[in-house]
C-alpha cells in the first residue's frame, strides 16, 4: 500500500468517484469490442474475466463488476446531458425532460445541477470534495470570455463554490489531466509537463482520497474514441487507462476506502457504430462499502444517493 496520511476528514466512509464517459457492458466481441479484442487487465486479473451481455455481473473479495440502467423507461439512446445529471444530482433527467439530450445540461436541468449536485450535497453535509480534474488556460479564456456552455461535472464543481484546476495544480502534483499522462496537453496544447506513468497518477488520486471525503475523476477519451473523434491509437489509450484503473484497485486500501467507478451510457464497447448504444452502463465497486454500492444501484439515478448513503453512521437496510 502507499503511505496515505489522514488529513481528519468529517468522513468515516472516504469515496473515489471515477467517472469514465462512454462505456457499456457490450457483446462478446473479439472484433467490435475493444475490451475482448485488446484485452483489459482491470478486468481480467483484478476481477477474473470480462463483463458481457450474456455474462454481466463479476466479483472478487470486496468487489463488483455490474450494469446500471442508463435508458431509465425513456425510449431512444442515452445521452451525456441526462446521464450525467442523472449520476451527478441523483435524478432520472430524461424522464423529467422526455428525451435523451446531450452532450450539454438541457437549460431546465441547469438549476437542478447547481442546487443538486453530488458536490454541493457534501459541502452542505460539512464534507470535504474535491474534483480532481485540471483544465488548461484555453478553458478558462473561453469561460472569461462570457461563454457558459459547461458540462454537467465543470457546471456542478463551479456552482458549488468550489475551485477548477489549473495546469499549475498539475505541475505542483495536486491535479490529474482527463488523459492522465499529460501527453496530448504538451503535443496539442504546447505545454511542457512531466508525462505521467499511469501508476504515478494513480498515487495523486490516492494521495487526494486521504485528504478528502469525495473525490472525483473525469476521463472522456473513451467516449471520443467510441464516436471516431480521436485520432490516437485505441490499444495505446486503452492500456493507459487500464494501468491507471489497476493500480487504482490495486493500492487503495479496500478497508477503509470505497471506490465506484461508474459511465454516462454505452459506446466504447461496440466501435462497429460511431453512436451510442443502448446497453447498460458499466459500473464496478470496491473496497469497504463494495457490496452496499452493487446491490443499491440500479439505474443512473441510484448513483449519488448511494453514495450520499455511506457518509452516515448506519447504512439503510437494504
Known amino acids: 500500500m502507499w503511505n496515505q496520511k489522514s488529513n481528519k476528514t468529517n468522513n468515516l466512509n472516504p469515496v473515489i468517484l471515477l467517472f469514465i464517459d462512454g462505456v457499456g457492458i457490450g457483446k462478446r466481441d473479439s472484433e467490435n469490442n475493444p475490451f475482448f479484442k485488446y484485452g483489459f487487465k482491470t478486468f481480467s ?15 472478487r473479495e470486496n468487489g463488483f463488476i455490474f450494469p446500471v440502467d442508463a435508458r431509465m423507461g425513456v425510449e431512444g439512446f442515452p445521452q451525456s446531458g441526462t446521464g450525467q445529471t442523472s449520476i451527478f444530482c441523483g435524478i432520472n433527467a430524461p424522464l423529467l425532460v422526455g428525451k435523451h439530450f446531450g452532450p450539454y445540461p438541457y437549460s431546465t436541468l441547469i438549476p437542478v445541477i447547481k442546487d443538486q449536485n453530488i458536490f454541493h450535497e457534501f459541502i452542505l453535509r460539512d464534507k470535504k470534495a474535491y474534483f480532481i480534474n485540471a483544465y488548461p488556460q484555453i478553458f478558462f479564456d473561453y469561460i472569461n470570455s462570457g461563454k457558459s456552455r459547461l458540462s454537467v461535472t465543470t457546471l456542478s464543481v463551479t456552482s458549488s463554490g468550489l475551485r477548477l484546476n489549473s495546469v499549475s495544480d498539475v505541475r505542483k502534483g495536486r491535479a490529474l489531466t482527463a488523459e492522465i499522462t499529460n501527453e496530448r496537453w504538451n503535443t496539442k496544447l ?16 490516492l494521495r487526494a482520497a486521504s485528504r478528502n471525503d469525495l473525490v472525483v475523476y473525469e476521463y472522456f477519451l473513451t467516449d471520443h474514441l467510441g ?3 480521436y485520432e490516437g491509437n485505441i490499444e ?6 487500464d494501468d491507471f484503473l489497476l493500480a487504482v484497485f490495486t493500492k487503495i486500501d479496500p478497508e ?11 459506446n466504447f464497447e461496440d466501435l462497429s457504430v460511431k453512436t451510442h448504444t443502448n446497453n447498460p452502463s458499466l459500473a464496478i465497486s470496491y473496497g469497504k462499502h463494495a457490496e452496499y454500492l452493487f ?3 440500479k439505474n ?16 439503510n437496510p437494504l
Open 45 to 59: 486479473q483484478f476481477f477474473g474475466g470480462i463483463p458481457s451481455i450474456d455474462n454481466p455481473v463479476l466479483y
Open 190 to 205: 504546447g505545454y511542457h509537463l512531466p508525462v505521467l506513468k499511469p501508476s504515478l497518477a494513480a498515487k495523486r488520486l
Open 227 to 229: 464516436h471516431g473523434r
Open 236 to 241: 495505446k489509450t486503452l492500456n493507459t487507462l
Open 256 to 266: 477503509k476506502y470505497t471506490i465506484l467507478l461508474c459511465s454516462d451510457h454505452g
Open 295 to 297: 446491490r443499491k444501484i
Open 300 to 315: 443512473l439515478s441510484d448513483i449519488k444517493s448511494s453514495i450520499l448513503d455511506l457518509q452516515g453512521k448506519n447504512l
